[in-house]
């Protein structure tokens, strides 16, 4: 009898979990509504996909965009069998190129994009290739990411010119690719340049579309933790109780930690900050970022920064921080020659 009563019970969760599986999202019961409200407007944008159907790149889709990118990677495979719609499938694929090139598999990527004719994938071989060029290279292939934002431009390679751009420091180009764009990331993208240019108005405006979309996506929490990090100390302690959260949910990555201590660092916390970065080069390669947030927080430890800077100018020469300290030392040298004594 205990038996059966044990095998009703998971009979019952399993209903309840395929029930929940299908149920829509809260963005996709708004997409409904807005379709169905929208059906006499022509100048309307309709959106014509079934929202009713369970989201199977949910998973994949945070695990990239917290730099998961090994899990996402696995993730990837494992619903490649899933049946799902022509447009998912084709996500799915640029997905895990993106997924690459965090990575740094950029040959595996710019592979894939020769042999292919998705103007998405192109766009993101191009950027690959770009990660790999001199500063000449690059210049000279932002040009051709430009020829591909005429009409009829997908998402996806606004998506992607626009992180070319502004690696290159086209922070106007940038904008331009993505401040009208109806995706999460398209307004994730662009609350961050808003934050660049110090318009956290703009940016804080960005965020209440996005949690009206979906408040609880990843995305908006991220979004979220962008402005406490702008608004100062205040709101420290906000942005690390948001990012525990999402840790403890999908598990600490190299940027989460970096995240984090930027967080700690903003509210003074100075040690805990140094302990999440430790934690990023014991348990993950050491990026750039968190050899720059190290030297950061070193200096306002008092702890020995020089080993970590000649790390940052030998293993990233192109880092904006190495190219700012570039030049500080350069106008201090050509400043200090004027005072030289000769004997």
């Not at 205990?2 to 095998?7: G, P």
């Not at 829509?24 to 997409?31: A, E």
């Not at 889709?61 to 990837?76: D, I, K, N, T, V």
């Not at 210049?139 to 751009?165: C, E, K």
Request: glycine letters at 6%.
């Amino acid at each position: 009898h205990q038996t059966r009563q044990q095998e009703t019970q998971r009979q019952q969760q399993r209903s309840k979990d395929t029930e929940s599986q299908q149920r829509p999202t809260p963005q996709q019961r708004r997409h409904q509504e807005e379709h169905k409200g929208n059906n006499n407007d022509n100048h309307s944008i309709r959106i014509t996909f079934t929202m009713s159907e369970p989201d199977e790149l949910y998973t994949l889709r945070a695990q990239f965009w917290l730099g998961h990118y090994g899990m996402a990677l696995e993730e990837a495979k494992a619903v490649m069998r899933c049946p799902m719609s022509p447009a998912l499938k084709s996500e799915r694929e640029e997905l895990a190129l993106r997924c690459q090139l965090g990575s740094g598999q950029n040959d595996k990527v710019i592979a894939a994009a020769q042999s292919s004719a998705s103007p998405a994938i192109r766009a993101l071989g191009l950027r690959a290739q770009f990660d790999m060029m001199d500063e000449a290279g690059k210049q000279g292939l932002v040009p051709q990411l430009h020829t591909m934002l005429g009409d009829g431009v997908t998402p996806s390679v606004q998506l992607t010119a626009a992180h070319v751009f502004l690696a290159s420091g086209m922070k106007k180009e940038a904008l331009q690719c993505v401040h009208e764009g109806q995706t999460m990331e398209h307004k994730c993208l662009a609350l961050q340049i808003y934050l660049q240019i110090d318009r956290l108005d703009l940016a804080q405006s960005e965020l209440a579309t996005m949690k009206r979309m979906d408040e609880d996506s990843v995305l908006s929490q991220l979004g979220s933790v962008y402005i406490a990090l702008a608004t100062g100390s205040s709101m420290a302690k906000e942005a690390v109780h948001t990012l525990n959260q999402l840790s403890e949910q999908y598990g600490p990555s190299t940027f989460l930690l970096n995240l984090m201590s930027c967080a700690y660092m903003s509210g003074e916390m100075y040690e805990a900050a140094f302990q999440q970065l430790e934690q990023a080069r014991t348990d993950f390669v050491a990026d750039s970022d968190t050899l720059a947030n190290m030297i950061v927080c070193s200096q306002h430890l008092g702890k020995p920064v020089a080993p970590l800077i000649q790390q940052l100018k030998t293993q990233y020469p192109s880092h904006f921080m190495v190219k700012g300290l570039e030049m500080v030392e350069g106008a201090f040298e050509r400043e200090a020659i004027k005072y030289k004594v000769t004997a």
